[in-house]
């Protein structure tokens, strides 16, 4: 019994193949938009713009605030109702962008924040642009603090890719759901997706344990 349902998780693995092609290009995508997206919006969030820091700030809490499903369930099925029609995978893209630049934006704020005044106002007693400020002085200091957590969300946001199955994505998530159909043994199939994730995030992991070794080495301090 236990062989037949071997057999036939090998005959699936062109669409497991094909279910983690989908995982790795949803994540890889939104990861580099919600960088760069987060990144922006950490800079502006720190500009000194009450306003638009606490848009953005309000925005921010919004997000992480409500369930990643309903976020994207109102994208999905909520747009077309305003004339807006996406298909799964942009609305896919849409969302996981979305809520990867508002955890960025937090974590890059924060960095912002922990770069000591006095560096900024030598900066600024130098004669430096408020945008040279910020990319020859605050940014290269904040970068070193904001790179480990940077890492562990990507690993977060890789998992919470798994989302987009609900809205019909054949993503490895979605896989899994198929071949349990065919193969009755739901805890060697999702086993098997779950190794699927581990692969793609572990080597994430392993870099993130690793800045974070190099900034404890570097404060003197022990980072476990």
């Not at 236990?2 to 989908?22: C, E, H, K, N, T």
């Not at 960088?35 to 953005?56: A, D, E």
Request: proline letters at 4%; a positive charge.
């Amino acid at each position: 019994m236990i062989w037949q349902q071997f057999l036939s998780l090998a005959g699936s693995y062109p669409l497991a193949l094909r279910g983690l092609g989908m995982t790795v290009v949803l994540s890889l995508i939104s990861l580099v938009a919600g960088t760069l997206l987060g990144f922006g919006l950490g800079i502006l969030r720190t500009g000194g713009n009450r306003l638009l820091s606490g848009v953005i700030g309000a925005w921010v809490d919004l997000i992480r605030g409500t369930p990643f499903l309903v976020q994207i369930f109102l994208i999905f099925f909520i747009l077309p109702e305003f004339g807006i029609e996406l298909d799964a995978f942009t609305a896919g893209i849409i969302a996981l962008t979305n809520l990867a630049a508002c955890f960025i934006c937090e974590i890059v704020a924060a960095g912002i924040r922990s770069v000591p005044t006095g560096q900024v106002e030598a900066a600024l007693a130098s004669g430096l642009s408020r945008w040279q400020r910020m990319r020859q002085v605050v940014l290269p200091q904040a970068m070193r603090i904001v790179l480990p957590p940077l890492v562990g969300q990507y690993v977060l946001l890789i998992k919470d890719s798994s989302v987009v199955s609900a809205i019909g994505l054949t993503d490895l998530t979605r896989v899994g759901w198929l071949v349990v159909q065919r193969v009755p043994n739901g805890l060697l199939v999702f086993f098997l997706v779950g190794v699927g994730y581990f692969i793609v995030c572990y080597p994430l992991i392993m870099l993130a344990r690793r800045l974070e070794r190099r900034m404890g080495a570097a404060h003197g301090e022990v980072q476990l």
